[in-house]
């Protein structure tokens, strides 16, 4: 976080009166000077934190006949979100590492326990991780599965082609 950073600008006299142009930073490396701080209740709320139940939950109670009730139960729209599969994929070439999206994944599991699923897997992701990032798929589905225990996991499979560029043999797909 930044926020030391901000502190000691906020409260830089300089900054303060206003006087300050492009080069204030450059001019001022004592606002780099960043108090050490123990961030000891931010600690303790990650180790007692457990995220809310969610549809996951449902799933794992209920079997997945049970869930399918509760889904045609449930009264209001169910939401899928595709960030962790498609925003990635069509903005950034599906170039965001694992380490990436498992540092914003104990957030999604505590902000959107409400989710129907999180399509992150499928389409242009498994091969991206294997030949670009160098990452194991498999593993990047379990670290995700770890801080997103709550939210049901969804795949983009595309018929034939599967998780490929091409179709393959009905056999491969089928069998």
Same mark, same amino acid.
């Given at each position: 976080?930044? +926020?030391?950073?901000?502190?000691?600008?906020?409260?830089?006299?300089?900054?303060?009166?206003?006087?300050?142009?492009?080069?204030? +930073?450059?001019?001022?490396?004592?606002?780099?000077?960043?108090?050490?701080?123990?961030?000891?209740?931010?600690?303790?709320?990650?180790?007692?934190?457990?995220?809310?139940?969610?549809?996951?939950?449902?799933?794992?109670?209920?079997?997945?006949?049970?869930?399918?009730?509760?889904?045609?139960?449930?009264?209001?729209?169910?939401?899928?979100?595709?960030?962790?599969?498609?925003?990635?994929?069509?903005?950034?070439?599906?170039? +965001?590492?694992?380490?990436?999206?498992?540092?914003?994944?104990?957030?999604?599991?505590?902000?959107?326990?409400?989710?129907?699923?999180?399509?992150?897997?499928?389409?242009?992701?498994?091969?991206?991780?294997?030949?670009?990032?160098?990452?194991?798929?498999?593993?990047?589905?379990?670290?995700?599965?770890?801080? +997103?225990?709550?939210?049901?996991?969804?795949?983009?499979?595309?018929?034939?082609?599967?998780?490929?560029?091409?179709?393959?043999?009905?056999?491969?797909?089928?069998?």
């Amino acid at each position: 976080t930044n +926020i030391p950073f901000l502190l000691n600008v906020f409260n830089n006299q300089k900054f303060l009166s206003g006087a300050v142009d492009t080069v204030f +930073i450059d001019e001022n490396p004592e606002l780099f000077k960043l108090p050490v701080r123990k961030q000891r209740a931010q600690k303790l709320l990650r180790y007692i934190g457990k995220p809310t139940r969610g549809w996951r939950d449902v799933i794992l109670q209920s079997g997945p006949d049970g869930f399918a009730k509760a889904v045609r139960r449930h009264p209001h729209l169910l939401l899928m979100d595709t960030t962790m599969r498609d925003a990635h994929q069509s903005l950034l070439a599906t170039r +965001i590492r694992t380490l990436d999206i498992a540092r914003i994944s104990p957030f999604v599991a505590h902000a959107f326990p409400q989710f129907f699923s999180l399509e992150n897997w499928g389409g242009a992701t498994f091969d991206v991780s294997m030949r670009f990032l160098h990452e194991c798929p498999w593993e990047r589905l379990e670290q995700l599965r770890e801080a +997103i225990p709550n939210i049901p996991f969804q795949m983009l499979l595309r018929g034939a082609s599967a998780v490929g560029y091409k179709n393959y043999p009905d056999n491969v797909v089928h069998e």
